[in-house]
């Protein structure tokens, strides 16, 4: 899950548990999700609260300052967020909230993440979650990669950077921490087919298959004439074999295709003439589902039931941009409705050496 407002030097899975289990919910833009029953989604604003909005109409039901980024429901009713305020010392906290209020019930003990202090310019690191019986556990990965400030010796910068994975376990009830672990991270094995075609999703570049329940799916290209074209294909993800095949076709559009975070959507611009029009195709179903107008270029997309989220990044002035989550309802092709996030300040930071 990642646009500007958020990025990424480790990534963290959480899985969350209570006397209950994972409610059926979906993750839905960055740092966002949704829940299924109610049609209430919670977003991450810029000023660092939560959102619940009703997503059938984009009105609010509650903020909370307590928390940054919501991460997951339980059936028991409660809202697992993450809350970045520590982030610059390099920890975090996870609060429990009221799904419906946005009371807070309970906050963890300070968790360190396993890297220096976050430099001015570096966000808060995107989370995942679910919940299980086993108790709050938390799992993510570190990097020894350069982070800024001063030069490592030359010595040390030739050493190509490493992975750790650490894992904690909170008590649900207290907050308080029951272990810790760590030790080296383990390798992507996932193998690239050289066909594959470069995507967008949560924010950033992607390549390569992606995987949601007994499905996997990849964008790969075909050579045709003097000419190549982009296809779809999935696979039933036990027996490998190809359930479906999806020609992608781009009208000379060089705009990248989106996959949703949840990996069951791709989304691609009609032609290079109209890219504010998107077709939206179902991964599970094969096949295409509907075509929206978008007021503006997306930095991120979901779907929700027949609804089309997105979030854009609106100029308001040189220094500064207001960030937009807007509904298109893909029956009509039509917007429904649209709310402000906040606004954030917009800056070209150099890159820091690697």
Request: proline fraction near 7%; hydrophobic fraction near 35%; aromatic fraction near 6%.
């Amino acid at each position: 899950m990642r646009f500007s407002l958020i990025g990424a030097r480790a990534v963290l899975l959480i899985v969350l548990t209570t006397s209950g289990s994972t409610l059926g919910r979906s993750e839905c833009l960055p740092r966002g999700i949704w829940d299924m029953s109610t049609h209430i989604g919670y977003l991450a604003q810029v000023d660092h609260s939560v959102v619940a909005i009703d997503l059938r109409n984009g009105k609010t039901v509650w903020t909370s300052s307590n928390a940054s980024a919501p991460l997951a429901l339980s059936e028991g009713g409660l809202l697992a967020a993450s809350d970045d305020k520590l982030w610059r010392s390099g920890q975090f906290t996870v609060a429990i909230l009221d799904a419906k209020t946005g009371q807070l019930r309970v906050r963890s003990t300070p968790i360190t993440l396993g890297v220096s202090s976050a430099i001015p310019a570096e966000p808060m690191p995107p989370l995942t979650a679910n919940f299980e019986k086993k108790g709050l556990v938390l799992c993510w990965e570190t990097s020894s990669l350069y982070r800024g400030g001063a030069a490592p010796p030359i010595q040390r910068a030739n050493i190509p950077p490493s992975k750790i994975a650490h894992s904690v376990v909170v008590d649900p009830i207290t907050g308080e921490l029951r272990e810790t672990t760590l030790e080296p991270a383990h390798p992507d094995s996932n193998v690239i087919p050289p066909t594959s075609v470069s995507y967008r999703r949560h924010g950033e570049w992607a390549k390569g298959p992606w995987f949601f329940g007994n499905t996997m799916a990849n964008i790969e290209s075909r050579e045709e004439g003097k000419g190549t074209k982009a296809e779809l294909r999935v696979w039933d993800r036990i027996s490998l074999s190809l359930r479906a095949t999806i020609e992608l076709t781009r009208g000379g559009s060089d705009i990248a295709p989106y996959v949703t975070a949840d990996g069951k959507y791709v989304l691609l611009p009609s032609s290079s003439q109209s890219n504010h029009e998107w077709r939206v195709f179902s991964v599970a179903n094969a096949r295409e589902i509907g075509r929206a107008q978008l007021g503006s270029d997306p930095e991120d997309m979901c779907v929700v039931d027949s609804q089309l989220l997105y979030l854009s990044s609106v100029p308001t002035n040189p220094g500064s941009a207001t960030i937009v989550v807007r509904s298109v309802d893909l029956d009509s092709g039509r917007q429904e409705w649209e709310r402000t996030l906040g606004q954030r300040q917009v800056s070209n930071f150099p890159k820091l050496p690697q």
